[in-house]
């Protein structure tokens, strides 16, 4: 990251209980410096949070990850208030139709 400001952005967020997950997207993240980068920026430990996608496995060890905070849950119930519910905003578009279904079993024979 070449803005100063998101460390101090990504230090105030992990204070908040977020975690970050950082992934490298070439060989150029594994040098010293871009390294150290990605770790900074990355929640603790890092072997848990900073990936690389030359790596071959890492999309399902980033899904490992999410998976286990997502079996922890979240650390802090969120105690802030809740306001009055605003007025309803315009509707949406209309969708698109589902698909046809299968089709009913056949009937009985009708009389001669």
Avoid: W
């Avoid at 410096?33 to 996608?53: E, G, I, Q």
């Avoid at 490992?64 to 208030?81: D, F, N, Q, S, Y």
């Amino acid at each position: 990251p070449r803005n100063p400001d998101i460390f101090a952005a990504i230090n105030d967020a992990k204070n908040h209980g977020i975690n970050f997950f950082t992934v490298g997207m070439s060989t150029i993240a594994t040098q010293q410096n871009n390294a150290l980068k990605l770790r900074n920026l990355a929640s603790s430990p890092a072997d848990k949070y900073v990936f690389n996608l030359q790596d071959a496995n890492v999309v399902n060890n980033i899904t490992k990850e999410v998976k286990e905070l997502a079996e922890i849950g979240c650390p802090r119930p969120c105690t802030c208030e809740k306001g009055e519910k605003g007025t309803a905003g315009p509707p949406g578009k209309k969708g698109r139709p589902g698909e046809d279904g299968l089709p009913g079993q056949k009937g009985s024979k009708g009389e001669p």
